[in-house]
């Protein structure tokens, strides 16, 4: 990163966007308020307004200020949950990542001519300008462009262009995904458990589990390397937080260090339970990417 604002290149966004929009086949557009000229975002007050556009204006305000407090109430359950397990450092920085700025900025609101949102986020050296187009709706998942750029670009050469993904839970609407920063915590959360978890047993037992299913707690006695005891039962029967867990051996052998492994999370439900594929190679890379619900490879981008 420079002093100015992180070094997140454009074409990373760029490659969410087709999938997400093609996934609003029945499209209705959202009506927009008009609030006169510039206030500052009060985030619990723009909530209450109800729309998935209000609801991305407060979450990017919470971003630029940096307020965790106020970040997390637009995300859903799972990655709320999720996020508050990150170290204190990872969530600022995904914060960071949310508005391309290093450091807490003061964010304004205003409209683009067009009547569309629009959210400054200004720090000492540098100001981000993000406008929020209209929404997409099907069923209960909002899809929104968004445009972010520094407000010195008046050429428009640096515009990074974004779509947002919000999901509406228990009436209110919640972050579905960060552009192709996807909020898809649990299931990274997951494949580090699963990977602990047959690191553990290879540890202990001097070899690779044969399946998910000797990770699983023994229904009687003592743990064994039947049933070593490192995962809940859902998880060891390759199914958590709306994800379909697959664990490969790669190769011939089991025994010890050498021996190498795969790991993968698909979504259950596409578009659902999320929309990334991840992939665990054997070397131990995580990568990423929207497959459409199948399933995730090496040659996918990895997850930094």
């Not at 050296?125 to 010195?152: C, H, K, W, Y």
């Not at 999320?274 to 997850?303: C, L, M, Q, T, Y």
């Amino acid at each position: 990163m420079n002093t100015r604002k992180s070094k997140i290149p454009g074409q990373v966004f760029f490659l969410s966007c087709a999938v997400l929009l093609a996934a609003a086949s029945s499209i209705a557009q959202e009506s927009s308020s008009k609030p006169d000229g510039n206030s500052a975002v009060a985030p619990s007050e723009a909530a209450n307004t109800g729309g998935p556009s209000a609801a991305l204006k407060a979450e990017l305000s919470a971003a630029c200020a940096q307020n965790q407090t106020e970040f997390v109430r637009f995300l859903t359950a799972r990655n709320k949950e999720a996020f508050s397990r990150m170290t204190p450092t990872a969530r600022v920085a995904l914060m960071k990542r949310f508005v391309l700025l290093n450091e807490p900025g003061k964010p304004t609101a205003s409209e683009n001519p067009a009547g569309r949102p629009v959210v400054r986020c200004q720090t000492p050296d540098v100001t981000t300008e993000m406008q929020i187009g209209g929404s997409e709706l099907r069923d209960n998942i909002a899809f929104l462009p968004m445009e972010l750029r520094d407000t010195t670009d008046t050429t428009g050469a640096n515009v990074h262009q974004i779509t947002m993904g919000l999901v509406r839970e228990d009436g209110e609407w919640k972050l579905l995904s960060l552009g192709l920063l996807l909020l898809d915590l649990p299931a990274l959360e997951v494949l580090n458990k699963v990977a602990r978890a047959v690191e553990a047993y290879r540890n202990k037992y001097l070899r690779l589990p044969e399946s998910l299913a000797n990770l699983d707690h023994p229904l009687h006695g003592a743990a064994n390397g039947e049933a070593a005891g490192l995962l809940d039962s859902d998880l060891a029967n390759g199914i958590k937080n709306g994800y379909a867990i697959r664990y490969v051996i790669v190769g011939a052998s089991t025994l010890g260090a050498p021996a190498k492994y795969e790991l993968a999370a698909t979504p259950l439900q596409y578009g659902r339970t999320g929309r990334r594929s991840f992939f665990r190679d054997s070397n131990g890379a995580v990568h990423a990417a929207d497959r459409r619900g199948a399933i995730g490879s090496e040659s996918d981008p990895k997850v930094e």
